[in-house]
Each structure stands twice: as structure tokens, then as C-alpha cells.
């Protein structure tokens, strides 16, 4: 099957019988992934699947060590090898027949491939052919830490607001919540030539979208009466997958 749109090659290369540290006797499937590319990408794969001609279906028990195991990097135009471990305890034999399912994400393809292997009519190691391989888009979320990066350098203040207040703004960041439902907002304000506030301040700070419609604010006020020419300032506020919807944030003062 025809698997060069995710840039990699699959293969299994052969099957081992060993004994784990664990004292669990097991059979060991390599599979050999091989960077089609010029340049250095990720892959993650899922734990196996097999299932035996007798309709009998098996997950993989654990990850060989020392090898690519579920997530990994693979330098351009080479590869590496995975081992996928299945307990004799549960997989008893190998059998002509059998078949092995995989899946593998391609992140920054943004695809996700269905490969199945297939054991052919030698009683040997070999072959085994892959004989499916389905592929579907998905939906790339970045991290927290990458959304966070990049909406913090995407942060606007209006400084014509803050120097007919009377203050600079500095030191702004964003973090995004680990379920992208918040936004928090921090950074410092002090007065431009002195110590004290002439009145309260009030801070606000707005997410937009791609189309620049509004996706959430909030605000924090910095009192005059306690102001000793230096703070921090913290301004939270929630909206559904705003982490992931907004792209740039915009802080600046007001009156408080």
C-alpha cells in the first residue's frame, strides 16, 4: 500500500523469541521506520494490535528498550528501529495468517495512518507484508508551553494610553492553561518619573481571534492608595478553547 503522502516507511524486519529482564518469556516484532525526508521529524506510534487467525486480539505488552519506543525522533533519510513486545503469556505462537495493526501520527503532516501487517505463508521471520494502510487529517493542537510562546509575543499594548497615565507596562507574558480554557496575563507597571499614582489604574487585557472578533477580557485594578512605584500585576480570564482560538492579546490601562 502506498503510504509516501506521511514522508516515512514501514517495515517489520523480523521477529525475535528472547527472554525479558522481567524472566517473561517473548516474542519481539521489529518494525523498521525509515525517514523518507531530507530533514529531521517525529513520529509517535500507538501500542500494536495483533490478531491471530483464530480471531484472537492481543495488545502489545510493552516497549523494547534501547529502541524507538511510542514517540521519537528520526534524522532525515535514515531510520529506526521499534521493538514491540508481546508476552508468550498471552501471545502464544505466530502463525501464518496472523496480522498486526498499528497506528501512526505524523504531526506536522497533521495525518494519522491505520497500518496493517500481515504474516505470509513461511514459517519462518519473514515475510511479513503490509497489506493496509488507511490515513486521515486530524486536528493539530499545540502545547500549552508552544500556545503560550507564541500569544505572548503576539501581546499589543497601547502605550499612548499608558503615558497619558502616566506608567509603562513591562516584563508582559501569557500562559495558557493545560485544557486551553484560560488565559492568564502577567507583567510589572511602574510610574514613568516617579513613585506614586494619581488615581487607580485600571489594567485590561483582550483576546481577539483570527478575525479580530473578541474571545474574552479581563481586568485588575492597581490602587494609588497602596502604589509604591512598582508592581505586579496578574489578569485571568476564561473562555472555551480560547488557548487555542486566539491569536493575539491586546493590554493596556484605563482609568481605575
Known sequence: ??????????????????????GDD??????????????ARVITLSKATYVTTGREQLE???????????????????????????????????SPGDS????VEVPDRALKLSLRFEKGASEGNMPWALCGA?????????????????LTKGIERLEVFEEQLGIVLDKLSLT??????????????????????ARDIKLVAVAYDSE??????????????TFLGLDVFKIAFW???????????????KPG
Open 26 to 39: 517473548a516474542f519481539i516484532i521489529y518494525l523498521n521506520i525509515t525517514n523518507l525526508d531530507p530533514k
Open 100 to 103: 498486526l495493526y498499528i497506528e
Open 134 to 150: 488507511d490515513s486521515e487529517e486530524f486536528d493539530v493542537r499545540p502545547t500549552p508551553r508552544v500556545a503560550s510562546k507564541a
Open 212 to 225: 479580530g472578533s473578541i474571545l474574552g477580557t479581563g481586568d485588575c485594578v492597581i490602587s494609588a492608595q
Open 176 to 197: 495558557v492553561s493545560d485544557d486551553y480554557t484560560w488565559l492568564t496575563v502577567t507583567g510589572e507597571v511602574h510610574v514613568a518619573g516617579g513613585r506614586s499614582l
Open 60 to 94: 502489545q505488552d510493552v516497549w523494547l528498550t534501547g529502541y524507538l519506543a511510542q514517540h521519537g525522533r528520526i534524522k532525515g533519510n535514515a531510520h529506526r528501529k521499534s521493538g514491540l513486545v508481546f508476552y508468550k503469556s498471552h501471545l502464544r505462537s505466530i
Open 239 to 253: 473562555a472555551r478553547d480560547i488557548g487555542l482560538l486566539a491569536r493575539r492579546i491586546r493590554v493596556f490601562p
Open 1 to 22: 500500500m502506498n503510504v509516501e503522502q506521511s514522508g516515512f516507511g514501514f517495515q517489520i524486519a523480523h521477529v525475535q523469541q528472547a527472554t525479558m529482564q522481567g
